[in-house]
């Protein structure tokens, strides 16, 4: 008997290599996703921006860091005595405009040099609903407690997301030939918008995700959304706010994105590493401090000797 409707997975022409660098951008699932990449040693460029949920927000980063066009004065929102971003999470706004320029261009500059060299860019797109900054009709990455008349809701239509992303795409390409573009859909619930809300916006990011996977062969759709929502159909799979999935639910659709993306020799490689990180991250009751510090940087001087030989 099969109690589970199981969303099958074909492996992918795409393999990632315990040796490639990655980078990831998008929604919170794409930081529950780096935060385990960056745990098992990785190379990437996670969320440079911050976590950032609409999709042409994420297109605008990327053809502006392709460009290298740095960020200046004349960009910044005040509010609050802080100077903000439009292109970047609160996380970067200051009380100081000289400081907020220098934090954003330092870390376009990253962005820009991770993506020159990656072999995958993973996108998690969280929300077709935005918001526009009312004075340039601009899509804003974060409102940052900016009061509502300044903004309209809106969301974007599949069509425009698919267009926006093939200019994109095609200028990933002429920087970077070799690059593979791996499109999901958080399975974050966006219960804000509503029930009904929530379904339209991420039918139009899940129908511009397969058409743009449908177009390129170096495009690539994994179906996160799908695992979680269809496969996991249960609140157990859930966080205690019902919207976010758990940790276990995570874990299970990076063991599936393993299936689909992973070499043989990264399975192997993760397979090795893992007792390792396991052994560090529960410490015993009857141990002392510097017995377990010498435990611990025992177990990381293998961990390092795995990584150098796999990379």
Request: hydrophobic share 40%; aromatic share 12%; with cysteine.
């Amino acid at each position: 008997m099969k109690l589970t409707t199981e969303i099958d997975i074909t492996p992918s022409t795409h393999r990632i290599h315990p040796r490639d660098t990655m980078v990831l951008m998008g929604s919170c699932f794409a930081q529950e996703m780096g935060a385990w990449f960056k745990s098992h040693r990785f190379s990437l460029c996670l969320n440079p921006n911050g976590i950032i949920f609409h999709p042409s927000v994420l297109a605008r980063i990327i053809h502006r860091a392709l460009e290298n066009r740095p960020y200046d004065d004349s960009e910044w929102i005040e509010h609050n005595a802080r100077f903000h971003s439009v292109d970047h999470h609160g996380s970067f706004s200051r009380m100081d405009a000289n400081e907020l320029a220098e934090a954003v261009n330092f870390s376009q500059h990253n962005l820009r040099a991770a993506l020159l060299n990656a072999s995958s860019l993973i996108i998690t797109w969280g929300s077709a609903w935005g918001y526009k900054w009312n004075e340039n009709g601009q899509w804003v990455a974060n409102c940052h407690k900016i009061p509502q008349q300044h903004f309209s809701k809106e969301l974007i239509e599949a069509a425009a997301i698919e267009a926006e992303w093939m200019e994109v795409l095609k200028l990933l390409w002429q920087h970077n030939p070799k690059l593979n573009v791996v499109f999901s859909v958080s399975p974050v619930r966006y219960w804000r918008d509503g029930a009904h809300g929530n379904q339209l916006s991420k039918a139009n990011l899940l129908i511009a995700a397969s058409r743009l996977a449908a177009t390129f062969s170096n495009v690539h759709y994994f179906p996160a959304y799908e695992i979680i929502l269809d496969e996991l159909r249960d609140y157990r799979f859930y966080a205690s706010d019902l919207l976010h999935p758990s940790p276990v639910a995570v874990e299970y659709v990076i063991e599936k994105f393993q299936v689909m993306f992973f070499a043989e020799e990264t399975k192997n490689y993760v397979r090795a590493l893992e007792p390792l990180l396991k052994f560090i991250s529960h410490r015993p009751l009857h141990v002392s401090n510097e017995e377990w510090s010498e435990r611990c940087a025992e177990k990381e001087q293998v961990i390092l000797q795995l990584v150098h030989s796999m990379k």
